[in-house]
């Protein structure tokens, strides 16, 4: 079945980077755009960056422009998302999604704490 686990999340200070994985399983990776979803403490969970299939077209919501870079290794079946300069507003939960077989998957999500 499919599996989406992330991983990489942690404590970091303003101004810092950090670089979250996402490891797939159960279907074929290099064919399937994916995409980075963060959700706050009581918000809406939010698209931030969207990969095609072969890395080739990327997209990001506007407050990380410049600042994150989503990527993958389809031969790992590995998705990334490195951030750097991270602010407080960062703070939240992040994960990755799949859309198969037309219904989305997630994987349980990975912390990220920005706070001095």
């Known amino acids: 079945q499919v599996q989406l686990v992330e991983s990489g999340g942690g404590l970091v200070q303003p101004g810092g980077s950090l670089r979250l994985s996402c490891s797939a399983s159960g279907f074929i990776f290099s064919v399937y755009h994916m995409s980075w979803y963060r959700q706050a403490p009581g918000k809406e969970r939010e698209l931030i960056a969207s990969i095609g299939h072969s890395g080739g077209y990327a997209d990001y919501m506007d407050s990380v422009k410049g600042r994150f870079t989503i990527s993958r290794d389809n031969p790992k079946r590995t998705l990334y998302l490195q951030m750097n300069s991270l602010k407080a507003e960062d703070t939240a939960v992040y994960f990755c999604?799949?859309?198969?077989?037309?219904?989305?998957?997630w994987g349980p999500g990975t912390q990220v704490t920005v706070s001095s």
């Open positions: 999604k799949v859309t198969y077989g037309h219904r989305d998957y």
